[in-house]
């Protein structure tokens, strides 16, 4: 089960601080807190849903604890597998000149194909605020894309 | 809001992920058992207090607390005091153990073969004594300049059953 959802959490990760290095170790934090979690997970929510609820808890306590103030670099160590490379690479950089708020709203609702309103329960914000959040990301990614 | 259809980005999800899962289980057996070790040894630590806690350390205490003892009431009287043997109690390497009441004033008590003794509250004195190896221990009462023996032997009041204890 974990192993289905290994690649999508250290996407989500990757995309949201920006270097390999650290988001291999916050997903493997994800791992360990789900191992100890999972008895208690009910099943009334997606394993997906409720995965992403701890790779949150251990970003915001990343967050806190100061790792990550710095803005995403752009990470060329790991670049998508893609039809088009140079689309991509752009697709990237601009994802990654955005701050990390809009980064993360992208990542799991554009990226993962989490439902907007999956992720506020997520965020823990009103369905009505993700919204907002979600298109002023979407258009600060647009200018940053430049087409 | 705009029409505008949002980028897609789910190519960029299509990375190579390293494998997390083995080490992420690893660390947290790691993590269980190391809190598991710590929740022993706490366990392990408070038994131990616990009965140390517990472990008679005085003579009064290991005196009433010996599992082997006799009761045995002779009562002694001397130069105004009176002396009752209460409780007489094997304390293991060969000593015995004696709680004496005492009524009187500046009466203290001797036994031979005596290695401790002790007061305890009023009226209350323990003797540890280490056991005969032949003959019979005596007991001295004294009162200021006055003193009196007593032997502990057949005749005296005191079973003789305290002496194989």
Redesign the interface.
Known sequence: M??AH???V??YF??VVGNRQDA?EL??????R???AAVRFRGDAKVSTWLFGIARRVLLEAVRAGLFERRAEFDEQ??????DPDE?MD??RA?ASLGAGDREV??M?????FEPIEVAGIVGVSPETFRVRL?RA??R??EA?GR | ??D?P????????????????H???R??RR??LTRYVWILLAAVIAVVVILWARTPTTLAERTDQASRAIEAHPVWQAHGATVALDRVASLGDGRLGFHFVVIGRGVTLRMSGQVASEDVGWANQYVEIQRPTQGYPTLTIIVGEQRSSFTLGPGSGVTQAVWSL
């Open positions: 974990f192993r290994q690649q999508a250290f996407a990757l995309r291999e997903t493997q934090e994800t791992f360990v789900a191992c100890g790991t670049p998508a597998r893609a039809d991509r697709l990237e994802l992208l990542v609702v554009d990226m993962l194909g298109h979407r258009a990614l647009r894309y | 809001m705009s505008r949002p980028l897609d980005l789910r190519a960029l999800a299509d990375i190579e992920a390293p494998e997390v899962v080490e992420a289980l660390r947290f993590k269980i």
